[in-house]
């Protein structure tokens, strides 16, 4: 059942070629899903060893069976805790990192794990199945607040509305299903936008990213992985929206930034270095072969930098 559901591995040929895999190297996959990248770095190893990071119990034991054979360590927790875990290994410098970000096609789905708007299920969409759930978030969380997530996490224009019609809604009942949610953000966006296009998706993006704090998680990942790389290793982060992509991108640009004097002092005293090199300026898109054979690639991004 599971096995129907992995979804293809975004920009594969594109990771392999960017992570520049030694056979004795030690690598992290920190979102390792149903290990379709994961595999394809371990069948590269010769010597070497694979640590791969998932919040999602059912893609650890899905990962851990098509990876057994192989050198591989799975840990059942966020990335953030990457410093923390690779120290509990023994471990202190790796040669490359991947980041492949956002929600699995297995969770979307799955109808029961409350991701997509298309199919009716309880309000959920924890990556982890524990904690703070979507019904939380719509049912508790204050109108400013909402409003807040909307605008900052989904980009939706129409934020004020959506909230307005949740509102109303939980004050009769509680909001307990995806398609009750659905029905809620149609009725209160402009019919124009409803004709266009599922006007669903901002706002179940932007709860799911609240839902699991995706934003704080990645730039404390981001973070850990680089310190954690060896001169000359590689991180490589794939992005699905623009919220992600732009924080990947000024990390990097941070990473790369040397010299913070002010343009008027005449030499440097501040003794600042880049730290990294990006390998892609531009971010890598799919191939016309690749958006024809994996929708989910549509709206893929991969930047990698190397650090110095």
Known sequence: MMEKQIHIPVLLDEVIEGL??????????????????????????????????????????????????????IINERFSGFTENLDKLGIDAVDGVLMD???????????ERGFSYHEDAP??????????????????????????????????????????????????????????????????????????????????????????????????????????????????VITFHSIEDRAVKNKFKEYCTGCTCPPSFPVCVCGKTPRGMLVNKKPITATEAELERNKRSHSAKLRIIEKL
């Open 123 to 236: 309000l959920d969409m924890r990556m982890s199945r524990s904690g703070l759930s979507a019904y939380d978030v719509v049912n508790d969380y204050p109108p400013e607040q909402l409003r807040r997530i909307l605008y900052d996490y989904g980009e939706e224009k129409y934020a004020q509305g959506i909230v307005y019609g949740i509102e109303r809604a939980r004050a009769e009942k509680p909001i307990t299903t995806t398609l009750e949610l659905a029905e809620i953000i149609k009725r209160n966006v402009p019919l124009k936008v409803r004709r266009e296009k599922n006007p669903c998706k901002k706002t179940f993006q932007a709860i799911r990213i609240e839902v699991n704090a995706e934003l704080d998680e990645l730039g404390k990942g981001l973070d850990a992985a680089f310190d954690a790389l060896k001169s000359g290793g590689r991180l490589a």
């Open 20 to 73: 520049e895999i030694k056979p004795d190297g030690i690598y992290v996959d920190c979102t390792m899903g149903f290990a379709g990248h994961s595999s394809e770095i371990a069948k590269r190893l010769d010597g070497g060893r694979l640590i791969g990071f998932d919040r999602d119990p059912d893609a650890c034991a899905a990962a851990k069976e098509k990876l057994a054979g192989f050198n591989c360590t």
């Open 101 to 111: 970000l956002g929600v699995s096609s297995y969770q979307l789905d799955t109808p």
